[in-house]
């Protein structure tokens, strides 16, 4: 929710943050999962802390919100330029989200999610981790995707209309590094991506995390006629 406010530019650099107390209040979690989820946007640069006077907007955030003119960007599925892209299920389970994924989707701290990793190969070598987070509100049932997370959606009639991604550097880390083949603290390119809703409401939160030796990837962009 913080994130998503900024990168609408609903809030700007130096706009103060509400306390932590009235955030948890609102989102019916603990002060404790609040502070983690805020410790994530201090990290990437979204919010700075100032003691003594509390959390701001930062400077580093930039308002992203192009649309994706391809439907199957919006959740996941990136294609890859050069070569053929297979995937393969690392994981599709029902689990209790996580702060920054409470945060990000705007869930309470007794709310379910469906978690769906996967693992991209081109040339049959491993190019990427890609987990996605969806409210059980949305897809009750994990087990359900077979192929396409975004057609799953549509079908339910919870059809994404648009996006937001920031990408930035990385250090892989365990487990992701095993999974990917290379060594822990090998550089990498880190995606988070949150697809919304016609009403405005996120639905979807993906987390890849890509080889920094892999072959480029292909995102369209769409150009508003306004």
Not at 46 to 55: A, E, Y
Not at 76 to 96: A, K, N, Q
């Amino acid at each position: 929710m913080i994130e998503e406010a900024i990168l609408s530019g609903k809030l700007n650099e130096g706009d103060p943050l509400h306390p932590e107390r009235d955030l948890a209040e609102h989102l019916q979690v603990s002060r404790v999962t609040v502070r983690k989820a805020i410790d994530h946007l201090v990290h990437d640069g979204f919010l700075v802390r100032r003691p003594g006077s509390g959390t701001f907007v930062g400077a580093l955030a930039v308002r992203a919100d192009q649309p994706l003119s391809r439907a199957n960007i919006l959740i996941g599925d990136v294609p890859w330029c050069g070569s053929y892209t297979d995937v393969e299920w690392i994981d599709r389970s029902m689990s209790h989200p996580a702060p920054e994924e409470m945060m990000t989707l705007g869930l309470s701290g007794g709310s379910r999610v469906a978690r769906l990793t996967r693992l991209q190969r081109s040339a049959g070598r491993p190019i990427a981790i890609e987990c996605t987070c969806i409210s059980s509100e949305f897809l009750p049932d994990a087990l359900s995707i077979r192929s396409s997370i975004y057609k799953t959606l549509t079908d339910a009639n919870f059809r994404p209309v648009r996006a937001m991604q920031r990408i930035s550097a990385c250090n892989i880390e365990d487990p992701d590094a095993c999974m990917l083949g290379v060594t822990i603290g090998a550089a990498g390119l880190l995606t988070k991506r949150v697809a919304y809703l016609a009403s405005g409401r996120a639905v979807a939160f993906t987390r890849s995390v890509f080889r920094g030796d892999a072959d480029c990837f292909v995102t369209e962009l769409a150009i508003p006629e306004n």
